[in-house]
């Protein structure tokens, strides 16, 4: 993550232009070599910081109230992660607008933020999955390699083949991948929408509370619930 800073600080200082990979290397107190170990191109360094806001949102959502719908739970993970102060503090919000105003600038940072929000949807989806199967009882668990959602099998006299002395892993519903999907353009959308603008980070034209706009513009969507 400290590569990861020092090249966001330098994009941010003097342009994705001016700044090399030797350069984020000095920054960080690594060999370029080493940079190269982690790195492919000076772009993908900012990669971890994309990466670690799409995480703490989904992962809000996996942490909201198991009482909540999916609606309740999606806003509620608005709050804890765009809000400034809550999630990420107003200054480090000026950062990442400067951040997705390169990606818009930049073909190879906008595929290394389209790759992170691609991930950041299907790790939705399966966090979607495991809300659904506890609204209805059902015990699920993250198959730790793949982690694709795992669900008990169904049948309790179906004989047991070679093999099946371990859960296999249970393929998220299409429609779940689409209310992911949707979930996911609502706040991506908002944040990408608020990086064109001059608008603080707080307050009625920001990223928050766009992203309650967008999910609000939604609707009765089916989120999949049971």
């Given at each position: 993550?400290?590569?990861?800073?020092?090249?966001?600080?330098?994009?941010?200082?003097q342009g994705l232009r001016a700044?090399?990979?030797?350069?984020?290397?000095?920054?960080?107190?690594?060999?370029?070599?080493?940079f190269y170990r982690y790195f492919a191109s000076k772009e993908e360094a900012v990669a971890p910081?994309?990466?670690?806001?799409?995480?703490?949102?989904?992962?809000?959502?996996?942490?909201a109230p198991p009482a909540l719908t999916v609606p309740e739970a999606l806003r509620h993970a608005v709050h804890q992660?765009?809000?400034?102060?809550?999630?990420?503090s107003a200054s480090s919000w000026e950062w990442v607008r400067t951040l997705i105003r390169l990606a818009d600038a930049s073909p190879a940072l906008r595929k290394v933020w389209a790759e992170v929000c691609q991930s950041s949807e299907k790790t939705l989806a399966e966090i979607l999955a495991e809300r659904s199967s506890v609204s209805r009882g059902q015990a699920v668990s993250a198959d730790p390699e793949s982690g694709d959602i795992v669900a008990p099998e169904?049948?309790?006299?179906?004989?047991?083949?070679?093999?099946?002395?371990?859960a296999r892993p249970t393929p998220i519903p299409p429609h779940l991948h689409f209310a992911a999907a949707v979930a996911g353009a609502a706040v991506r959308v908002a944040v990408?929408?608020?990086?064109?603008?001059?608008?603080?980070?707080a307050g009625p034209t920001g990223p928050a509370a766009l992203a309650l706009q967008?999910?609000?513009?939604v609707g009765e969507f089916e989120w999949g619930e049971a």
């Open positions: 993550m400290e590569i990861a800073r020092a090249a966001a600080a330098l994009f941010v200082r700044t090399r990979a030797e350069d984020i290397a000095q920054a960080a107190g690594i060999a370029p070599r080493t910081l994309y990466a670690a806001g799409a995480q703490r949102w989904t992962q809000a959502v996996r942490e992660t765009l809000t400034p102060g809550v999630g990420v169904s049948g309790d006299n179906v004989a047991p083949e070679p093999g099946d002395n371990v990408e929408s608020w990086s064109t603008t001059t608008s603080p980070p967008n999910l609000e513009a």
